[in-house]
Structure formats: C-alpha cells, structure tokens
C-alpha cells in the first residue's frame, strides 16, 4: 500500500478554497452590488435623507427625472445602481480568493510557529484574529480596484473618464487614495470577522470534535460579519468619502472633524 499523498491532499484544499472563494466572491457581487452601491452613496452623502432628495443621493438623478412609471423608469433607475460593475468584479473575485484563501493558510502558520504548545478556545480566538488582521493590512494592494469601483459609484464625473484617463490626470497615486484608512478598517473588521467566527463557532459546538454543520457556519458566518460591520463601518464612511473624489483636498482627520460636528 502506497504512503498517504500529503502533498495533495494539502494542494486539493488550498484549490478548494480558491476556487470557493472565487465563485463566492462572483455570487456576491451579482446578489448584493447595488446594496453596495446604494450604502456607497449614503456613505459619501453629507446631506440627511429625505422625500425631496432621496433620488438625487440613490439614483443620482434629480427628482422626477426619471420617476414616470412604466419599464423604461424602472430599468434606468435599476441600471443606476451598477456603475464600476467590471471594477467591482475584479475587486470583490481577487479579494474573495485572497482573503478567504490566505487566512486559513496564515493561521495554520500561526498554529505552527506562534502557538504550538496549546490549542485554548481563547489561543485559537486570537490565533483566527490576528491571521485575519495580517490578512486585511494586505487587502491595501487590491486597493486600486475599490477606488475605481467607488469613484464610479458616487461621483458621475469619473463615469466620463478610463483606468487610464483617470491615471493620466490624476496620477497613480490617486487609485491608493485613503490607503492608511483602509489598512486600519481592513485590519479591525478582519480581526472580529475571523476571531467572532471562530468564537461563535466554538460555542455553538460546544468545542465537540468533528466538522460543524451548515447551520453552525451560517450563524457563526453572521456573526462575524455583523462585528466587522459594527467595527468597520465608521472608517468605511471615511475611506469611501476620500476615495470618492468629492472631497478633494481633505484628510481623513478633516472629514472626521465634519461629520463630527455638521452630521453627529
């Protein structure tokens, strides 16, 4: 009998995870963009929502534009919402593969290097957080992509404009816009996206052996999601008003300052 192939058992689970990773990644794009799209633009909206406005910060488009009933309103307001759709595609697919691709692999590193003696509910918590924290710092490379996807999202001038006319005026620098922001959001929202999932996770087993079912990765899924958000949210409101280019010339302490004392 031929020795057990570690090699490729190891290799399948690594293409396993890329591959879902990926199709998630598609899957989430097409499902949820234009919730995207719609948080993006209230996130970079300085005026409070209300019946008067609400198309102009949706839909970008003024009041009774394009309101008449019918297809043709329906379809254009609906069409509104999927600027940057290419851009997301390339952000959100390598994102997906590297994020919940990589973490796995930086954890069992962890494990190996950082925390061989034991494997404690509360070492593997911290285990899961800080892979997931490293993993975010790294996001910032596929910045250029999400600044592409949300100038197109919120700022109708950038829809004139390509990859490379933009770069031509503004420079390459401008597609990493916001990018300490971002490391600081990726690296709070990764750490309670990985460590709540974990915690969740282990709670809902009871730390019994064996794989967790569906339900165990759903609730647990959620959870951490819904920590990252809570967490993350304030600096995705920062990040996204730098990199929408309507605020040109701010820093992020300035517009924190504004939201501070004009939004609350």
């Known amino acids: 009998m031929s020795p057990p ?64 009933g019918g297809v043709r309103g329906f379809v254009g307001k609906w069409a509104a919402l999927f600027p940057g759709f290419g851009y997301g595609a390339l952000y959100k697919i390598s994102q997906r593969i590297y994020k919940f691709g990589g973490q796995p692999v930086l954890k069992e590193t962890l494990d190996k290097y950082v925390f061989p003696s034991e494997r404690s509910p509360t070492q593997q918590f911290w285990c899961n957080g800080i892979s997931g924290s490293l993993i975010g710092a790294g996001e910032v490379v596929l910045l250029p992509f999400d600044v592409m996807k949300i100038k197109y999202q919120t700022n109708p001038e950038y829809r004139k404009l390509n990859f490379a006319q933009i770069c031509q005026q503004e420079g390459l620098s401008s597609l990493y816009a916001g990018a300490g922001v971002t490391a600081a959001r990726n690296i709070a929202g990764s750490f309670m996206l990985f460590g709540v999932n974990y915690a969740v996770k282990h709670s809902l087993t009871d730390g019994r052996t064996g794989k967790p079912g569906f339900i165990h990765f759903a609730l647990s899924s959620t959870a951490g999601s819904v920590a990252s958000i809570l967490v993350a949210c304030p600096l995705d409101v920062v990040k996204t008003r730098l990199q929408s280019g309507n605020y040109a010339g701010s820093s992020a302490f300035r517009i924190m300052a504004d939201i501070a004392a004009k939004e609350g």
Request: charged share 10%; hydrophobic share 40%; glycine share 10%.
């Open 5 to 68: 192939q570690h090699g490729s058992q190891s290799g399948n689970k690594t293409y396993a995870r890329v591959v879902g990773s990926g199709v998630a990644g598609m899957a989430e794009l097409c499902i949820f963009y234009p919730v995207d799209t719609l948080a993006k633009r209230l996130m970079n909206s300085s005026v409070a929502l209300n019946a008067n406005n609400w198309q102009t910060v949706v839909f970008q488009q003024e009041a009774g534009s394009a309101a008449i």
